[in-house]
Nanobody, 126 residues
Framework: QVQLVESGGGLVQAGGSLRLSCAAS????????MGWFRQAPGKEREFAAT????????YYAESVKGRFTISRDNAKNTVDLQMNSLKPEDTAVYYC???????????????????WGQGTQVTVSS
């Protein structure tokens, strides 16, 4: 497995922006697609965004499309999530996840990821 550590969460007012970052270590980062998921209190974990191994292909949940941007830097072993126009309903713990090595395409299914970070809290106030 790969070790993933998220950072960048915090408290922001509605309409504001945050940038989450995920640092990976432990195996060939560039051989894995990556994803961001989130879990709000009392709700199941849900997909937010995913990116393929090269960064050339991305896919977003409808709820975040046009507001969030996922990107990666394979030289630095990081994957970021830029979140703009935040809404109170974006409040959640955000998790970075990695697919196994050799799975180069992104996925919206949490079951297709084998490594997860501890999560970072994002709170959007109204």
């Amino acid at each position: 497995q790969v070790q993933l550590v998220e950072s960048g969460g915090g408290l922001v007012q509605a309409g504001g922006s945050l940038r989450l970052s995920c640092a990976a270590s432990g195996r060939a980062f560039s051989r894995s697609a990556m994803g961001w998921f989130r879990q709000a209190p009392g709700k199941e974990r849900e997909f937010a965004a995913t990116i393929n191994w090269s960064g050339g292909s991305t896919y977003y949940a409808e709820s975040v499309k046009g507001r969030f941007t996922i990107s990666r830097d394979n030289a630095k072993n990081t994957v970021d999530l830029q979140m703009n126009s935040l809404k109170p309903e974006d409040t959640a713990v955000y998790y970075c996840a990695a697919r196994p090595p050799g799975f180069y395409s992104g996925s919206y299914l949490s079951s297709e990821y084998d490594s997860w970070g501890q999560g970072t809290q994002v709170t959007v106030s109204s």
